[in-house]
């Protein structure tokens, strides 16, 4: 595995690990504090114990603290590639010492009798959740070694054993009886303790390592989404222009022949043309709402939000509703507005997106009913976990969308089989630019609908007061 892959597959728990060094450093200097603390306050309470030695350790402690202290921020400095094995060696080298430094005070406070032993199952714990796996079986190795070749060398009298008067028993010291057992208990204790956390920090090292790689086939799949969506905006923007200029061509070219023909153009023949007129302007009016519909995602792709300002919903309807009078009428539609002027309400919008968004949803609530009904665009405040809401809704009284409908009424090109039968008119572009149009203003879209009966489209916008 090269050093790029190493690095990129590090878990959370060996990032974790190689913080910890800094941490280490920070422990040890309040562990040196604390020895000499002790050691004072344990010369008060037993007369036999002997300080000199606590006061030499505290001293080597601070020495090698320092020294890791200044290794480490040497390391900081190298890439990552290198820093990690280093690191490791760097911990495992602390590691070492202070068993070293710890298997002195365990001398120096009573040997087989000292209050301190527990200290290692700390070291053991330690090293089984931080440490390489292979280096906590060392650990159990180097502290049961260490320790009973202590225990053994102050039993023989090799090494004097330290008694300190009304903590330690001196007859114990001497038991090969108490250190055997003590032995056994002690470290079988280790033992199990350091085999049950190596088997747990395994399996969640496992996890860990299978999540991680789970993450980066999820970051290179949407990545790779990413991509092909830019590439489709492009190929729209590309598609939309290069298509506008000979749809232009042929419908000026048209115009001309009809202008130059005059009324001598016989009825089938204009007939005809009409019908081609018609084609040409609904082909023109598809590609402005695929120009509009890449533009909006070029514009999300790049980050680029809207210019949201505050807006006087009441009076923005308003002239909204008053652009759509007259084709209304055309339609033998009747407008209508519903919302209490003396309470004025205001949104966090963009201006020019927002007039698109009430244009296109009037527009299609006039083009999907039947001449005679009602179009009512509503505006009203709402309050709901805990943020405020101006809901604007547009309902009409047409042809309305069947149940099975609904899921596909925001995607591009869809068209209800009965909106096809009501008119030809339509490119299912509007809604799908409507509703990316509204989520990046922070709001929302939705519908209801019943069939035949009606629909109602709901906006709602961030609410300024
Ligand atoms: P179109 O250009 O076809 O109107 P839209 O994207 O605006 O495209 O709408 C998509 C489809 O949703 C429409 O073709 C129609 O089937 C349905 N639709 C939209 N608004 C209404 C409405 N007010 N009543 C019934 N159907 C509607």
Redesign the pocket.
Known sequence: MSPATRDALRTPLEAATLARVAWLVGMRWVFVAGLLVCAGVGRLLLPDLPVLPFAVLALVAAAYNLLAHVLNSRVAALPEERKQPLVHGLIQGQVIADWLVLLTVVHYTGGIESPLLHVFIFHVVLSAIFLRPRFTVFALCFITVALNLLFAAEATGLIAPVVLKGLTNADRQHSWLHIGHFSLWYMSTLAVMALLLGAVMRGLRRREAEALRIRRRLEQANRDILRISEERVRLMHTMGHELRSPIAAAASMLSALELSQGPGLPPPVRTIHQRISARLLGLSGLIS?LLELAEQRSAQGAGRSAVMRRVEMGAFLQAVLEDQTERAREAGIRLRADWDEATPLAAGADPMLLQRVCE??LS??I???RPGGEVCLALRGIEGDGAAFVEVT?R?E????APE?MPR??TEF???P???RHTQ??????????RELVESMGGTLG?E?VLDV??T?ILRLPRLH
Not at 425 to 434: D, V, Y
């Open positions: 709402e296109n949803l299609n609530a083009k999907y009913s547009v009409d047409g042809i309305g969308i409908q009424l925001f869809y068209r209800t009965q909106s096809r008119e339509g490119t299912g572009l509007g809604l799908a630019i409507t519908v609908s009606g629909s489209f």
